[in-house]
């Protein structure tokens, strides 16, 4: 059973906006875990777009997203969401929602993913 699921995903022209979300897993808690989004493209490794870098620290984003995405959270819904605005064909791929609680040394869940195709 997933721990962390993830919607939001789909299909929309380049420029446009999605948001995406994922909530923890009913009865399961996040709390002590730091959050974040990666992603993985065809043919490419899965790396990282935007993560909390503690419980309570501000959010860090990969230089191709900076100013772009946001990411956020609902603590008391146990869930984060990802804000991607002015979309790109090179965003396309799989979302995965991922939590840690070792400072992103590994990752201890991550989510189904749900995927992102962005057209020109």
């Known amino acids: 059973q997933a721990q962390l699921v993830e919607s939001g995903g789909g299909l929309v022209q380049a420029g446009n906006s999605l948001r995406l979300s994922c909530a923890a897993a009913?009865?399961?808690?996040?709390?002590?875990?730091?959050m974040g989004w990666f992603r993985q493209a065809p043919g490419e490794e899965r790396g990282f777009v935007a993560v909390?870098?503690?419980?309570?620290?501000?959010?860090r984003y990969a230089d191709s997203v900076q100013g772009r995405f946001t990411i956020s959270r609902d603590n008391a819904k146990n869930t984060i969401y990802l804000q991607m605005n002015s979309l790109k064909p090179e965003d396309t791929a799989i979302y995965y929602c991922?939590?840690?609680?070792?400072?992103?040394?590994?990752?201890?869940?991550w989510g189904q993913g749900t995927q992102v195709t962005v057209s020109s």
């Open positions: 909390f870098t503690s419980s309570v620290g501000h959010p």
């Open positions: 009913s009865g399961r808690t996040f709390r002590t875990y730091t």
């Open positions: 991922a939590a840690s609680n070792n400072g992103w040394r590994h990752v201890n869940f």
